[in-house]
C-alpha cells in the first residue's frame, strides 16, 4: 500500500476531474458504496474458486457479533447488492459509475498494489448490445481526453450458461487428454474452474491453450447476434478491435460481451480497463433478476501510463500570494485575501513564524517559488492610503502598481483573467 502526496496528487485530481466530466457527458450517476461488505456477497458474486476468493481477499470475524467481514476487492459485487437492496430498478435502468479504493492481498508489482484504487461503471436494467458498445466507446472517450493513443480494444463472448457448459466438457476432455503438461494450478482448476486455465500466463502451457476448444464455436444463434450487435456498432464509429477467444476475465459472474483495452507499456499486467456482461449477478446475490453491464479501471495503471506517455496535468497557479512585511497588516491583509477566495480566487497568505512574518526578500523567493502569477504587498504606506500593491510575478518587466482595496470587486476580475 502506498501513499499518494503532492504534487502527485495533482494528477489523480485531474484524472478524476476527468473520470467525472466523461460520466456528466453520457449521464452515469455517482453511487458510493462502504469499503466494507458481507463475505459471502463477494463468495456468491465472484465464485468460490476464483483467485480473489480463494488467495487475495482481506477477511475478518466482526469481533462483536461473529459476521464474517471482507474489504471490498472489486465494486461491482456491492454496486448491484446497493441496487436490489433499495430497489434502485423499480422504475427502469440505472446507469452509474463509482471511484474508489479496493484491496486484494497480492504480490505487489508494477502499478498494482494491495491497495489499489478503481473508477467504473455499471449500467443496471439494460439487457441490449447498444449499451454493451456504449460503456466500451466510454472508455475509449476517456483515453482521448487524457491523450492516450496507444490503448488496443480486445473484445470476446462467453455465451450463455447452457453454451458455456458445452464447451467446460469439451476443455476439460481436452486437458485431460494431456494432463501430464499441466502445471499445479492448472491441475488444481481442471474440475473446478477450467475456463480460467486458457487464462495461464505459463509459457509452457500456451501451446496447449492454443489447441483448446474454443467458446465461439459453442454459441447459439442468440448469442452470436448479441455479439455482432455490438460489433456493428464499434465498426460504424470506427473502433479497431480484435477478437480474443481466449479472454475469460477473473470473475464467473460474466456472460455474453467481455472486453479489455490494453497497453504495451506496461509490461506483463498490460490491462487497463476491463469488463462485459454479467446479466446473471443480481439474480445470484438475491435481486430480482435483471440484465447488467459494466466495466473497473485501474487508476494506478492509467497513472502509470500517463507518466510514461509524458502527459502532465494542467496545473493551475496561484492567483496571488501576500506578502506581509510587518505584523500589523495581518487582519487587513487576510480579510481582504478572504474576500479574493469568496470571489473566486486562489489566494496563498504567507504564514508568520512566531518571530513575525520574516524579511520582504524571504517572502518574495517563497512566493516565486509558490508559481503564484502576482504578489500582494500590503505595506504600512499603502494601508495607511487604503490602498494594497500589486507586483506580477510571472511577466517579464512588469511593473508595480497600486490598488484600492474600496476598489476589490473591479480589480479582483483582472486578476483572475490577467
Known amino acids: 500500500m502506498n501513499d499518494i502526496l503532492p ?10 476531474h476527468k473520470v467525472r466530466e466523461l460520466m456528466h457527458r453520457y449521464g452515469y450517476l455517482n453511487v458510493r458504496t462502504p469499503i466494507v461488505e458481507p463475505t459471502p456477497l463477494f463468495v456468491r458474486g465472484l465464485g468460490e474458486v476464483t483467485d480473489i476468493v480463494e488467495k487475495e481477499m482481506y477477511s475478518f470475524v466482526d469481533s462483536m457479533n461473529g459476521d464474517p467481514l471482507t474489504l471490498r476487492p472489486e465494486a461491482t459485487a456491492g454496486v448491484v447488492r446497493a441496487a436490489s437492496e433499495h430497489s434502485m430498478l423499480y422504475d427502469g435502468g440505472k446507469r452509474l459509475f463509482y471511484i474508489g479504493p479496493m484491496f486484494r492481498h497480492e504480490k505487489p508489482q508494477r502499478g498494482r498494489y494491495r491497495q489499489f484504487h478503481q473508477v467504473g461503471v455499471e449500467a443496471l436494467g439494460f439487457g441490449g448490445p447498444d449499451v454493451d458498445a456504449e460503456v466500451i466507446l466510454m ?16 473484445l470476446n463472448s462467453l455465451g450463455q450458461s447452457d453454451e458455456r457448459r458445452a464447451h467446460r466438457d469439451a476443455l476439460v476432455a481436452h486437458l485431460q487428454a494431456h494432463e501430464d503438461l499441466l502445471d499445479a494450478d492448472a491441475r488444481r482448476r481442471l474440475h473446478s474452474n477450467p475456463l480460467r486455465i486458457l487464462d495461464s500466463k505459463n509459457p509452457a502451457l500456451q501451446p496447449l491453450i492454443e489447441a483448446a476448444p474454443r467458446l465461439m464455436d459453442f454459441l447459439g444463434e442468440a448469442s452470436l447476434k448479441h455479439f455482432d450487435a455490438v460489433r456493428a456498432v464499434l465498426d460504424a464509429v470506427g473502433q479497431p478491435y480484435r477478437i480474443n477467444p481466449r479472454l475469460v476475465r477473473g470473475m464467473d459472474y460474466y456472460n455474453l460481451t467481455v472486453f479489455e483495452w490494453v497497453s504495451d507499456k506496461l509490461g506483463a499486467q498490460g490491462t487497463l480497463c476491463g469488463g462485459g456482461r454479467y446479466d446473471g449477478l443480481i439474480e445470484m446475490i438475491g435481486g430480482k433478476p435483471a440484465p447488467a453491464v459494466g466495466w473497473g479501471m485501474g487508476i494506478e495503471r492509467v497513472i502509470d501510463l500517463l507518466k510514461q506517455e509524458r502527459i502532465e496535468a494542467p496545473v493551475r497557479a496561484w492567483d496571488a500570494y501576500v506578502v506581509i512585511p510587518d505584523a500589523a497588516a495581518l487582519p487587513q491583509a487576510t480579510a481582504t485575501a478572504e474576500a479574493l477566495r469568496t470571489l473566486g480566487l486562489s489566494v496563498l497568505l504567507h ?3 512566531k518571530d513575525g512574518p520574516g524579511s520582504m526578500k524571504s517572502q518574495f523567493r517563497r512566493a516565486d517559488a509558490s508559481g503564484a502569477r502576482h504578489a500582494l504587498i500590503f505595506g504600512a504606506d499603502e494601508l495607511a492610503r487604503g490602498e494594497l500593491s500589486i507586483k506580477p510575478l510571472r511577466e517579464a518587466g512588469g511593473a508595480q502598481r497600486s490598488l484600492a482595496l ?8 483582472e486578476l483572475r483573467n490577467a
Open 351 to 353: 504564514a508568520a513564524g
Open 139 to 154: 472508455a475509449r472517450a476517456l483515453w482521448r481526453d487524457l491523450g492516450l493513443a496507444e490503448v488496443r480494444l480486445e
Open 406 to 413: 474600496a476598489d476589490l470587486g473591479s480589480w479582483a476580475q
Open 7 to 16: 504534487p502527485e496528487s495533482v494528477r489523480w485530481e485531474w484524472f478524476e
